[in-house]
């Protein structure tokens, strides 16, 4: 089965009622799409309040990727809140796991940054973060090419294969060594992830400054021979893998949502379990 979403729920205009409040956003969403992939978990780790009230308010079928905090995967800027490792690790895993418990949670994906390179140094890292969540399904995701490089990438997916980790298949601006090629390739036969960030090579070299460099980063509307592309991919991993988790990181301009409808008509893909608040917005435009 492929499973469509979208990175966060709080900026997708086009799935609200217009007579929702801001608090309701999650409810709309979820009469969409199944999945979601939680962000605000890398800012900040989110009290168990946020947690359950998210959990009430989506459908019993509907999974959350949660992305883990920065401080875990080497991108904190600025001082870390934790007076220790120990302690943000416990943390956040007592923020998340009602998901857990509440059989909605897909993955935890642990995203790595651009200069997190294929190393034994790094790869011992990724030991010891994997071993402190194992009671998780773990997702990694790299930004570093080293990790698929002609000579290292069968050892890098024996690696997951060996330490049961999720691949997070990509597709992203191709833009040197600080960018992933998209390998459609899973290493579990249960579940594998997909993340679409576009294409905008410009916008992923020069993502500017401060807080409005997501804006230019994400900036990209998928065609629909690109999305057809997508869709190849996320065939053949359905081939190997029970669930296939297809996210839409694209949303700078507003397009996810969009692409995401796109392509769940293009697959002929239905999702049964939604919220029962059903909208028609994109009813007729798809």
């Known amino acids: 089965m492929i499973y469509v979403g979208l990175t966060g729920w709080g900026d997708h205009p086009d799935v609200y009622s217009p007579g929702s409040k801001k608090t309701e956003k999650l409810i709309d969403y979820s009469a969409h799409f199944p999945i979601v992939e939680l962000d605000s978990s ?5 009290p168990e309040r946020n947690i359950r009230k998210w959990i009430n308010e989506t459908p019993e079928g509907f999974q959350f990727v949660v992305k883990a ?4 995967t080497g991108h904190q800027r600025g001082e870390n809140p934790f007076e220790s490792r120990d302690q943000m690790f416990e943390a956040f895993i007592l923020s998340i796991r009602p998901l857990k418990e509440a059989g ?11 200069w997190f390179d294929c190393q034994k140094e ?5 030991r010891e973060i994997t071993g402190r969540l194992k009671e998780f399904d773990l997702a990694v995701e790299f930004r570093h090419q080293s990790w698929y490089a002609p000579e290292l990438r069968e050892k890098t997916l024996e690696f997951f294969r060996e330490n049961n980790l999720i691949h997070s298949v990509c597709d992203e601006p191709q ?3 600080g960018s992933i090629p998209l390998v459609p390739v899973s290493t579990r036969e249960d579940k594998v992830l997909i993340r679409l960030h576009g294409r905008n090579v410009h916008g992923w070299l020069n993502p500017g400054h401060g ?7 994400y900036l990209y509307d998928y065609n629909e021979k690109e999305l057809n592309e997508i869709s190849e991919a996320a065939k053949l991993l359905e081939k190997s893998t029970d669930r296939v988790y297809v996210v839409f990181n694209n949303n700078s301009g507003g397009h996810a949502a969009g692409d995401a409808k796109q392509f769940q008509q293009m697959n002929g893909l239905e999702f049964n379990d939604l ?8 009813d007729g435009g798809f």
């Open 69 to 72: 905090y920065q401080g875990m």
């Open 104 to 114: 909605k949670l897909a993955m935890v994906l642990l995203q790595f940054p651009p």
């Open 122 to 126: 790094n790869v011992e890292q990724i």
């Open 275 to 282: 919220s029962p608040k059903q909208l028609d917005l994109f």
């Open 42 to 46: 890398f800012y900040a780790v989110q």
């Open 211 to 217: 807080q409005k460099w997501r804006e230019v980063r």
């Open 175 to 177: 833009a040197g060594e």
